[in-house]
């Protein structure tokens, strides 16, 4: 199977490697954009969150404008093509009657036709690849899949950056977990020491004083190893991945 981009555009593997953050690895595919979509003077990709549309990557001239201009109605080709989740072209914008008066914004700024293609479609981080010419029918002889190849690249790029996330976020509330978990076996120690009782009796005293001191667990057994060490609790070693 062949690369679907141009030769000259970065294949996947070598853009991974070439850039060190999911922002980068975006600027690269819309200059790939461009390379493959000879006709066009700018690129935008777009990523939503929490219904706020945000341009992340821009190569050429005019993209940033145009997708400026879309945000500030909150409607236009780029945003149809995020939130539906399918690929909207626009073949002559001096023609156009979608998207309110975006079409007559678009031709006084010199882009006569555009296509947006989905991103990480129907997801927490949703977006749109989005192209734009000062041509009419711009796109009519573009290589559209090598366009796809592009989205689909980027749509890879997000997720594996989202589990990234998650996975950095479960081993934070796992190492506080296992800290809290930590400082509470300390105290349980001590209360046995002291009352010579099984550590059952000891984590029922401790959670009877949480309770009627209105204070957190962890909280009351940290006062209680500082107050008898002289020194702040001992915390677990922080996790690191496997080299």
Not at 2 to 15: F, H, N, R, V
Request: proline content about 5%; charged content about 20%; some cysteine.
């Amino acid at each position: 199977m062949t690369d679907a981009l141009t030769p000259g555009t970065p294949d996947l593997i070598s853009l991974l490697l070439d850039t060190d953050t999911l922002e980068d690895f975006l600027q690269a595919l819309a200059e790939g954009a461009l390379v493959n979509a000879p006709s066009a003077d700018g690129c935008g990709i777009t990523l939503e969150r929490e219904s706020r549309p945000l341009t992340v990557a821009s190569a050429g001239t005019s993209a940033a404008e145009l997708d400026e201009a879309q945000y500030g109605q909150n409607d236009g080709p780029c945003l149809q093509a995020l939130r539906e989740g399918h690929e909207v072209s626009v073949v002559d914008m001096r023609v156009e009657i979608r998207w309110n008066g975006y079409p007559a914004f678009a031709v006084a700024a010199g882009t006569m036709s555009s296509l947006s293609l989905p991103i990480a479609a129907r997801s927490h981080t949703a977006g749109a690849l989005n192209l734009y010419s000062p041509e009419v029918k711009g796109f009519e002889d573009v290589d559209l899949d090598g366009l796809r190849d592009l989205a689909a690249r980027a749509t890879g790029a997000i997720a594996l950056a989202q589990r990234l996330s998650d996975a950095q976020t479960f081993t934070s509330d796992l190492h506080a977990a296992l800290q809290s978990r930590t400082v509470i076996d300390q105290a349980i120690g001590i209360v046995m020491s002291q009352r010579r009782c099984s550590a059952e009796d000891a984590f029922h005293t401790l959670r009877t004083a949480s309770q009627h001191r209105n204070v957190k667990l962890r909280d009351l057994c940290g006062q209680l190893v500082g107050s008898v060490s002289g020194n702040p609790p001992a915390s677990t070693p922080r996790l690191r991945p496997r080299p």
